[in-house]
């Protein structure tokens, strides 16, 4: 078994339930014991007296209460290894939406020394595709030159789901980067955001008890990272999130988020309510007809948002929104950020415009598929020409609120 002493969060509870820890100084143990109560707030000096578990210990009781003072002060601190893990702590607060200072950037030198090949190295990630997966590839610097190579694809559902752990020569890598950056859909990262990304993935591994893919643990212990045992939150609504989400249907009008549909299953539900709206007995009007069929896909949408589901598709859009705003797409970054921290709270009036596009693009897709059919059956031989009198015939044409052309 495991010490507590090998894991932050385990140390952390240990201290707070009075659990004895003979692998490490009493006295230490007792002020540590004290730093980590709830609502205490540690000074940076009392937390670099610890031996370095507790250190890390207390500092995760400040993200655990959200608390970046510490993890900032400790940033800059010249125990390094505490230093290191304060930075680490600052991604992860930043993840969940804190508010995080930036840190002051020192001033040049004549002569400054060299960073090390290992913090010199980037990461890539792939934006998140509609069915929440995304790739990570990161590169740590080894003894005689080479890179070692995390493949990892993970999903919003099980965590790392596959990883390939490899070496590449030093060229070879660059080769990577490059074309990964040229293909699009990608965006360059601090190789500590990367390896936090995949530490939360891992933490979801765990909670939903999908086995490790060979050779993850090893990435995880080689970038320095343990598996985020929490899971991700964001920060509570703002009051003009309202008009962001009035806007939420102009995500799906860039590139990235254009193919992004519901789940398969949810498709055809929509479809079933679609038929029992055309094919009704009733003697409906055209327009009684096209509310109907607008109301189904409503009610499909709102059925799926579930809350689970809403904060799974809150935490897709708040990744796509970094996206944007590495991309210098602002207005976009800034309506995926309200309509996900919206979506994650369960704020569901005005219904989310970005749900109900969600659905209507299929609608969309089955309207266009039904023109294309009716062209092609015109064309074939034998087939009547339109008469005019169809030609003159005014459209009635029904859009919804995001000017979606309804059959």
Same mark, same amino acid.
């Given at each position: %078994?495991?010490?507590? $002493?090998?894991?932050?969060?385990?140390?952390? =509870?240990?201290?707070?339930?009075?659990?004895?820890?003979? =692998?490490?100084?009493?006295?230490?143990?007792?002020?540590?014991?004290?730093?980590?109560?709830?609502?205490?707030?540690?000074?940076?000096?009392?937390?670099?007296?610890?031996?370095?578990?507790?250190?890390?210990?207390?500092?995760?009781?400040?993200?655990?209460?959200?608390?970046?003072?510490?993890?900032?002060?400790?940033?800059?601190?010249?125990?390094?290894?505490?230093?290191?893990?304060?930075?680490? !702590?600052?991604?992860?607060?930043?993840?969940?939406?804190?508010?995080?200072?930036?840190?002051?950037?020192?001033?040049?030198?004549?002569?400054?020394?060299? !960073?090390?090949?290992?913090?010199?190295?980037?990461?890539?990630?792939?934006?998140?595709?509609?069915?929440?997966?995304?790739?990570?590839?990161?590169?740590?610097?080894?003894?005689?030159?080479?890179?070692?190579?995390? #493949?990892?694809?993970?999903?919003?559902?099980?965590?790392?789901?596959?990883?390939?752990?490899?070496?590449?020569?030093?060229?070879?890598?660059?080769?990577?980067?490059?074309?990964?950056?040229?293909?699009?859909?990608?965006?360059?990262?601090?190789? /500590?955001?990367?390896?936090?990304?995949?530490?939360?993935?891992?933490?979801?591994?765990?909670?939903?008890?999908?086995?490790?893919?060979?050779?993850?643990?090893?990435?995880?212990?080689?970038?320095?990272?343990?598996? #985020?045992?929490?899971?991700?939150?964001?920060?509570?609504?703002?009051? /003009? =999130?309202?008009?962001?989400?009035?806007?939420?249907?102009?995500?799906?009008?860039?590139?990235? %988020?254009?193919?992004?549909?519901?789940?398969?299953?949810?498709?055809?539900?929509?479809?079933?309510?679609? /038929?029992?709206?055309?094919?009704?007995?009733?003697?409906?009007?055209?327009?009684?007809?096209? =509310?109907?069929?607008?109301?189904?896909? !409503?009610?499909?949408? #709102?059925?799926?948002?579930?809350?689970? %589901?809403?904060?799974?598709?809150?935490?897709?859009?708040?990744? %796509?929104?970094?996206?944007?705003?590495?991309?210098?797409? !602002?207005?976009?970054?800034?309506?995926?950020?309200?309509?996900?921290?919206?979506?994650?709270?369960? $704020?569901?009036?005005?219904?989310?415009?970005?749900?109900?596009?969600?659905?209507?693009?299929?609608?969309?897709?089955?309207?266009?598929?039904?023109?294309?059919?009716?062209?092609?059956?015109?064309?074939?031989?034998?087939?009547?020409?339109?008469?005019?009198?169809?030609?003159?015939?005014?459209?009635?044409?029904?859009?919804?609120?995001?000017?979606?052309?309804?059959?």
């Amino acid at each position: %078994m495991k010490s507590p $002493a090998s894991d932050p969060r385990s140390l952390l =509870d240990a201290l707070r339930a009075g659990t004895a820890l003979p =692998d490490l100084p009493a006295d230490k143990v007792e002020a540590a014991r004290a730093l980590a109560r709830e609502g205490h707030v540690a000074t940076p000096a009392e937390v670099e007296a610890l031996p370095e578990p507790l250190a890390a210990a207390v500092l995760e009781a400040s993200v655990l209460a959200g608390q970046p003072a510490l993890a900032e002060a400790l940033s800059a601190s010249s125990v390094k290894p505490l230093a290191k893990l304060a930075k680490k !702590a600052l991604y992860r607060l930043r993840s969940r939406g804190v508010a995080v200072a930036e840190a002051p950037r020192a001033a040049p030198t004549e002569s400054p020394a060299p !960073a090390p090949a290992s913090d010199a190295l980037p990461a890539l990630a792939s934006i998140i595709t509609g069915r929440g997966e995304r790739a990570l590839v990161l590169g740590r610097a080894i003894r005689g030159g080479g890179i070692e190579v995390v #493949q990892a694809l993970l999903t919003d559902e099980h965590g790392v789901i596959q990883l390939q752990l490899g070496e590449k020569g030093r060229g070879a890598w660059r080769r990577v980067i490059k074309e990964g950056l040229e293909q699009g859909g990608t965006m360059e990262l601090p190789v /500590d955001e990367a390896a936090a990304l995949l530490a939360e993935a891992a933490g979801l591994n765990l909670r939903t008890h999908t086995p490790f893919p060979e050779g993850l643990d090893v990435a995880l212990r080689h970038f320095g990272v343990q598996p #985020q045992l929490e899971p991700t939150t964001l920060p509570a609504p703002e009051p /003009d =999130d309202v008009r962001r989400s009035r806007e939420g249907d102009l995500l799906h009008e860039t590139a990235e %988020m254009a193919a992004w549909l519901p789940p398969e299953p949810v498709v055809k539900r929509l479809l079933a309510k679609l /038929d029992e709206v055309v094919v009704s007995p009733l003697a409906l009007s055209d327009v009684q007809r096209q =509310d109907q069929l607008q109301s189904a896909v !409503a009610s499909v949408a #709102q059925d799926f948002f579930s809350p689970d %589901m809403a904060r799974r598709y809150a935490l897709r859009l708040w990744r %796509m929104a970094d996206f944007f705003e590495r991309t210098e797409r !602002a207005r976009e970054a800034d309506v995926a950020r309200g309509e996900a921290r919206r979506l994650f709270h369960g $704020a569901d009036q005005p219904f989310s415009r970005f749900a109900e596009r969600l659905f209507e693009k299929v609608v969309g897709l089955v309207a266009a598929a039904g023109a294309r059919a009716e062209t092609a059956t015109q064309r074939a031989p034998g087939a009547r020409e339109p008469t005019a009198s169809a030609e003159a015939a005014p459209s009635q044409e029904r859009r919804s609120p995001g000017g979606l052309i309804l059959p």
